[in-house]
């Protein structure tokens, strides 16, 4: 337990790294999260459905947590919410349309009676002896807050994902007072959003993509079908204006996309007509001039929406010569080549095709420096700790805390894991609590060692042999001529006849193990692995698994 | 055997694609190839090491094969030389730089005897009977060439890759007077780079990254690193230049820089003076402050210098917080994520990193929009064919070629192994030719198929389960338990027990088949397969490869 006075800020996921964002902040009298997101698997992770935080810190202290707050919808901060409610029943507070999400969410898990509150910008409450304040910002979904929390240690601020932007599509700008205000107040540390810290001036505004998208259904002659993320309730309300201001109907496809309309003209987020919508059944009784489709598959995921329609698999929908497709959206890191092969596939259909950069079709939902330069200015904080970020976002976000007068030493670029304490004012990293990443393969949740992400690698870079031999259990005499069959191996040219001669350097194995009489199975089966290793790494350059199954008879 | 004045271009690679360029000209007389380049394997070729244009159509006219062209030393444009050589032995024509790189790769693949031609910009020659001239163009490598071929059918000309650069470091700016002469001789023709074809304006001219450089050194404190390409040649003289005008040595780590370095001194394109340059293996013998280390690994790859650098495990090279790394680079494609991964790394160590397009330290080699007119504006091609480039690159091309008055008509995008035949001054689309890709795997050739690039896959996403059961072979009956063993597999929580379960489910069915008396190891293979399949699908939601093994007693 911390003394009096004390408190731990320690982030569990999100740093060094664009996802999974979660942070515990513990004090004496409990401990609160903020977010609790999940990540997507990189290429080092075949097979992998999605990664969380590292729960174990959370169950070092599972008596002291009390409640969980969330600052927006975005799975990379709402993502783990299921697996942390399944093992921790506490209360949950986010805004309106953050919660019609989770529940949405909850509801796929199974997970019911929730304790879910409602809270609004400009809201305070107590959680256990946290004051806890939401502050409105701008960010590519409606309803994100900031949070500021008042500790025994004194006022932290966390941004979560955020923009300014002073022209918004819906609610009001970025609460600029407010943060000024908490400025004045005195605030301690500043966690802030570094995702787009690299980036020098200001992100336009949302609006600029509702002049282009005019521009665009202006000079569109056939079908117009836009991509977008599911959550982007802003971008999602412009292409029904531009709809509506063409005269065109609006078809909604795409799982994500359905169910997130549907949530959010629930809750009043977004205004689309019924007579406007058209049920993704019925898309294709409607002329081509006289609808605009919404569609999933701005990222090139194989098996979205767009994807599908550009490589001709999609169950409904066909995109031809006078058709015009929008991706609105930018590739995340490592989908550059998914968002590629969409367009790539469109553009054969002979689809005019707008995409970001080329066209004007998207807009960041992150701060830009000088945003980054103006909250800083605002809040004025003792100490600031970049989140949200790889370590070169954060890096960034740090130098231009700098910049800004901040000491070099009154900013701590931590990893997850990093625990801060603060004391009397003072700030000090203390020892890192446990915070790896926990993988989720198939449906379950397993705990997918890096040991296996290896052997899967390698599984798929180089194959595997195995090998089987019946082997005399009395004599650890060979008996007949053992078997070896590969998988995800190709001999190459030159090396014609590999598998004879693997069978023939086993054989010798076997013959030389038998000869000493060895009943070892281990020690026999590491020779038979040494030596064929040797033999195709030799004729092959490759390094396949080698499995030998050694069988008594 | 085509007709009398008829001539077939067929594009066998880098059409909807970056890279494997190869373009094969034939006529009556004899065929001769543009290019002869390789690709990189993307994320769906595990293992794979390179990527070949198929030769099937080269062996179905390999008497009519009277020569190759190369534009430049790129490995998109020569990387497949060694294995088209080692088919079919014909001349080789190309600039110094270029035929340098050349036998050095020749020389590593055994290459003995090859007929090398050096020829120069300007210049003109007799292949079979075709006229071939060498125009000199600027690209990010020295002694590019432009090829314009004089045919039975006309004027036709390969821009090779290009950008205009009318302050080159080194060298003449592209011969745009040359090109006008064409466009008056009349362009049959015109088969561009496309690779720039979305970006609109001009591309700098590489003389302003020396002006970063410059910057750069100047501010720089401890040792200076630079990533680039290591064919390069022009970047590299400007690192050099920097050091020299900052008073620091020069050391040449990394094997293909040391290799490139060395080529273009010995033949006069690189201007490094021997008391500049330091070996590496005496780069720690420098004081920080007096060396600048050239490297590789700037596009992040795992096993090159920066990359090791970074993550620390660099035989000599250590990086501080003292130091300056440039990244003089931009990520192709696919990359991205191995880039960020070597910026994470080298901040985190403390290091200051400048890298595009946060610093100006890079400019593209390929034309963009304005310097496409410029050429088609000189060419006047009556037929534009836009090559090097995705889709959407040669897309972009076209709609270039539009806006300069070429008809929608005359202008064709193919793919691999369009043919496309001109006679009379007209062009039309003849049957395609095979023109798949050939994947190279391990030290050789090999056709490693589509069906293998499938099974490593499934292997890396799902796994195996191998299956050994022991069979009387008279009877069909089970003895003793079978065994399963699992790789890149890891049973999901709630999931306990599952190779024992996994046990019954196939004792079960072995019993079965035992009771049917089955001796067919087909079938029973089969229903192995069937059942452990179904049964592990329902628990895991995975579908592992399944490989039974029977062994008979």
């Known amino acids: ?32 999260l903020v977010d609790a997101g999940m990540a997507f698997p990189d290429e080092e992770m075949p097979g992998i459905d999605l990664v969380l935080p590292d729960f174990t810190y959370l169950r070092e202290h599972a008596d002291e947590l009390k409640g969980i707050v969330l600052t927006h919808g975005h799975e990379d901060h709402v993502g783990s919410l299921p697996y942390v409610l399944r093992e921790f029943q506490v209360p949950v507070y986010a805004t309106r349309l953050t919660l019609g999400l989770v529940r949405s969410k909850l509801q796929e898990f199974g997970i019911k009676n929730a304790d879910l509150r409602e809270v609004q910008a400009g809201q305070r409450i107590s959680l256990a002896s946290f004051g806890v304040e939401f502050v409105g910002v701008n960010h590519s979904i409606p309803d994100a807050v900031a949070v500021a929390i008042r500790t025994e240690a004194g006022l932290i601020v966390f941004s979560g994902d955020y923009k300014i932007d002073l022209t918004p599509i819906e ?34 505004s949302e609006k600029v993509v509702g002049d282009t998208l005019n521009q665009v259904f202006e000079d569109a002659g056939g079908r117009i079908i836009v991509a977008s993320f599911a959550s982007h309730i802003h971008r999602i309300q412009q292409v029904i204006e531009a709809a509506k201001e063409h005269d065109r109907l609006v078809g909604v496809t795409g799982r994500s996309m359905i169910r997130n309309v549907q949530i959010a003209r629930d809750l009043g987020y977004l205004d689309l007509p019924d007579n406007m919508m058209v049920d993704q059944r019925d898309v294709n009784k409607v002329p081509d001039d006289d609808i605009a489709v919404l569609t999933t598959g701005s990222q090139g995921e194989p098996m979205a929406g767009l994807s599908r329609i550009a490589a001709g698999t999609h169950r409904t929908i066909e995109v031809g010569s006078e058709d015009t497709v929008v991706i609105s959206a930018h590739p995340i890191p490592g989908n550059e080549r998914g968002v590629s092969r969409t367009i790539n596939g469109l553009m054969k259909k002979g689809a005019d095709v707008h995409y970001s950069p080329v066209s004007n079709v998207h807009v960041s939902g992150h701060a830009a420096q000088e945003e980054q330069k103006l909250v800083l200015s605002l809040l004025k904080p003792r100490y600031l700790v970049p989140v949200h970020g790889e370590f070169r976002h954060m890096r960034h976000h740090a130098n231009t805390g700098v910049a800004l007068g901040i000491p070099e030493e009154n900013i701590f670029i931590l990893e997850n894991g990093g625990c801060l304490e603060f004391h009397g004012g003072e700030a000090r990293r203390v020892k890192n609590v ?45 008996l007949g001529t ?33 000869s000493r009489n060895i009943t070892d199975w281990g020690a026999l089966k590491n020779e038979i692995r040494r030596d064929l290793s040797s033999f195709l790494s030799n004729r092959t350059r490759k390094r396949p698994i080698i499995l030998p199954l050694i069988v008594e008879v």
Request: charge should be negative.
């Open 1 to 32: 337990m911390l003394d009096n006075g004390t408190l731990q800020v320690v982030p569990l996921g999100g740093l060094g790294e664009i996802g999974k964002n979660m942070t515990a902040v513990r004090q004496r009298s409990g401990m609160m």
């Open 171 to 204: 609610g009001e700008p970025m609460d600029l007072a407010r943060f000024a205000a908490l400025g004045k107040e005195g605030v301690l540390a500043y966690f802030g959003d570094s995702t787009n810290s690299e980036r020098p001036g200001y992100v336009p």
């Open 434 to 478: 446990a915070a790896g990443m926990f993988l989720v393969d198939g449906g379950g949740l397993a705990d997918t060692s890096t040991a296996v992400m290896r052997e899967r690698q390698q599984l798929s870079e180089d194959g595997m042999f195995i090998v089987v031999a019946r082997i005399d259990a009395q004599s650890g005499q060979l």
């Open 482 to 514: 053992p078997d070896v069959i590969s998988r995800g191996f190709v001999a190459p040219q030159g090396a014609n006849g590999l598998v004879e001669d693997s069978i023939g350097v086993v054989t010798t194995t076997l013959q030389r193990t038998g």
